[in-house]
């Protein structure tokens, strides 16, 4: 059962960076390649899609993390384990206190409504989304450590 578990989390996160690393350098520079309305358009829509459900899936890789780094807090991978737990828990503060502000108000935007710097805005949403990209990309790396 442990063995299913170590699996079913480490897939799970590996998901979440396959699709986190999808929206950093193939979906937002597809966007960005758009005329500027549509570009917009196509991230408010992703914002609203993705941010429906990446709370649930960040929140579900940490607390899937924290199950494994308990149920095997004796064992030799336990702190591989906990030190990836301790980075999904700070991709979530990343994502709370940094991205999501951002997103809340780009998914309200249209073509007409949207202020005069939401590139800006955009471009700053993307360097916080590179930099808990790593984050995460560091935590499925020591998950995947802690199986062998």
Do not use: C
């Amino acid at each position: 059962m442990l063995n299913a578990l170590e699996v079913f989390t480490t897939v799970v996160v590996g998901l979440m960076v396959g699709v986190e690393f999808s929206v950093a350098f193939v979906i937002n520079r597809i966007l960005n390649a758009l005329p500027d309305d549509s570009n917009q358009l196509g991230r408010a829509h992703g914002g609203r899609m993705l941010g429906a459900v990446m709370p649930f899936w960040y929140i579900g890789s940490l607390a899937l993390s924290a199950v494994w780094a308990v149920a095997e807090r004796h064992h030799p991978g336990a702190g591989l384990v906990v030190t990836a737990a301790a980075l999904l828990i700070v991709s979530v503060i990343m994502s709370i206190l940094l991205l999501v502000p951002i997103n809340n108000q780009g998914k309200t935007w249209t073509p007409e409504n949207r202020p005069a710097d939401w590139k800006e805005q955009m471009n700053r949403w993307d360097r916080y989304h590179y930099v808990r990209l790593a984050v995460i990309v560091a935590a499925f790396a020591l998950l995947a450590a802690a199986l062998a």
